[in-house]
């Protein structure tokens, strides 16, 4: 199981006499639905840094997470703040629990980490609601922004990150799966690759596939509410030699607009899309409709089974004539749930249309 450290409150300043100020925040550790706290005890470690060059030692202050906690708050005083560089960032860790290594699928974080977006001086100025969360990879590190709201679309998912994790595979790694050699078949077949994901909240998979693919085009989609944080994660990305990346809108309930099917697509990606049921039948018309278009694309799913509702999906899926190719598990950490001791995985299917593709 993975927890996401959140701000449940912005960190906002607070101006005092003799050059001091504070900053104050309330910090929760939660899980990707944001439905269960984290179980145990644990250190939490929150530290001021420079926004441009990331220099540390601002201040800092240890947060004491005890289980059966929803929230802790936290301060750390600043002397001499007219001194300090600003903007400044707030960054919280869970200590013990750093990424020890390039992100994979068999180091996903058990804890992630979080930092802030810049904090100005001024009394009572908060960060705004929007926090980073830096994945280090065998390329880029891996900087995905969500939103710090309600919406849980615009953060990031265990099936979004488990994918991405998955897509850092090293050459050598690369050459022994299954999954790769179909990706390479299918990018083949075009001198650039077209890649659409469905879905794609923060951007999470699109972007770290990005930056691993070369010389290929992704467009990234989801519903207008997300194309904000979408297109400022695009913004930031580092993708691969000669690749590039767009953020468009696509609505599963509407016919999808003709732009997109003017060129065939050779994968489609979808993470985290069947936790509502009600919307699984609009998706998979939209990736039948695709694959019409598309009867050569390969589309790799990824999920979190959160209900047995979402069995719907396979049903509808090969109505539909999309065919199971290849299926996998990608575990989750587990060692800091002991309360839960069955495994958690996020199960990744590979399908393709088994409809004849259409005479020339």
Known sequence: MVYYIRFLKP??????????????????????????????????????????????????????????????????????????????????????????????????????????????????????????RVFVTNG????????????????????????????????????QVLLFSQLQHVCSQAERPRVIELGSGCGIVGIGLAQRLPRADLVLTDLPEATEILEHNISKARPAKSTTMRADTLNWDQPIPMHFLEEPFNLILVSDCTYNSDSIPALVRTMSALTARSPSALIIGATKVRHSSEAVFFNLMKNAGLAIEDRFAIPLPSHWSPADQELETIEVYVYKSARPAPRS
């Open 140 to 175: 880029p590190d891996l900087s995905i922004w969500e939103d710090t709201g309600e919406s849980i679309a615009r953060h990031v998912w265990d099936a979004g990150l488990a994918l991405a994790a998955y897509f850092q595979k090293t050459p050598q790694q690369v050459a």
């Open 11 to 132: 960190p906002r300043i607070v101006t005092g006499k003799k050059r001091k100020a504070t900053v104050k925040f309330v910090i929760t550790v939660t899980t990707d639905l944001g439905d269960t706290f984290f179980p145990e005890d644990i250190e939490l470690v929150s530290s001021l840094v420079d926004s441009h060059s990331k220099v540390e030692g601002l201040g800092s202050t240890n947060s004491q997470w005890r289980n059966g906690m929803r929230s802790v708050s936290a301060a750390i005083e600043i002397v001499n703040h007219p001194e300090i560089n600003w903007p400044i960032r707030l960054y919280t860790h869970a200590r013990g629990v750093e990424q020890t290594g390039p992100l994979s699928q068999d180091d996903i974080p058990a804890i992630v980490q979080v930092s802030s977006d810049d904090i100005n001086l001024g009394n009572n100025q908060e960060a705004r609601r929007r926090v980073e």
